[in-house]
């Protein structure tokens, strides 16, 4: 297969999408993620959790005390393909759902609670009194 047909294959058969968990399996503390590729997104945090690259580092920390062998990567959903549907919106939606559902902050996760319309909106504001200071 030639350039231009991988490229058109790619088109044509994009990655899986959805909603996957790295798990703790000593705590059963989680990280949940959302992403246009799983399998690229799965390797990439296994690959930055081994070279200590990871952005999450209470995740990095546990994965370097207890080793590999206690986490388990999880895919919680996937997106099917359809036609006209913004995969992006409904990735956000999902994570949304699940970081709903399983609240995986503290004592219970690695994920950092995201800031609300509110929180974002003043940090805005506040920025741009600084800026015009």
Same mark, same amino acid.
């Given at each position: 297969?030639?350039?231009?047909?991988?490229?058109?294959?790619?088109?044509?058969?994009?990655?899986?999408?959805? +909603?996957?968990?790295?798990? #703790? !399996?000593?705590? @059963?503390?989680?990280?949940? /993620?959302?992403?246009?590729?799983?399998?690229?997104? $799965?390797?990439?945090?296994?690959?930055?959790?081994?070279?200590?690259?990871?952005?999450?580092?209470?995740?990095?920390?546990?994965?370097?005390?207890?080793?590999?062998?206690?986490?388990?990567?999880?895919?919680?959903?996937? +997106?099917?393909?359809?036609? #006209? !549907?913004?995969? @992006?919106?409904?990735?956000? /939606?999902?994570?949304?759902?699940?970081?709903?559902? $399983?609240?995986?902050?503290?004592?219970?996760?690695?994920?950092?609670?995201?800031?609300?319309?509110?929180?974002?909106?003043?940090?805005?504001?506040?920025?741009?009194?600084?800026?015009?200071?």
């Amino acid at each position: 297969m030639n350039k231009k047909e991988a490229k058109q294959d790619y088109k044509l058969n994009p990655p899986p999408m959805g +909603i996957f968990q790295i798990c #703790n !399996l000593r705590n @059963e503390k989680v990280f949940v /993620v959302s992403t246009m590729n799983l399998p690229g997104s $799965l390797n990439r945090h296994e690959f930055q959790l081994k070279m200590n690259g990871h952005p999450c580092k209470s995740l990095e920390k546990d994965w370097n005390e207890l080793g590999r062998e206690d986490f388990a990567f999880e895919i919680l959903e996937e +997106i099917s393909l359809r036609e #006209n !549907l913004d995969y @992006e919106s409904e990735l956000n /939606v999902l994570e949304d759902l699940w970081l709903e559902k $399983l609240q995986p902050y503290n004592d219970k996760g690695y994920n950092e609670r995201k800031k609300t319309r509110e929180e974002r909106l003043r940090m805005i504001a506040s920025n741009r009194l600084e800026q015009s200071n």
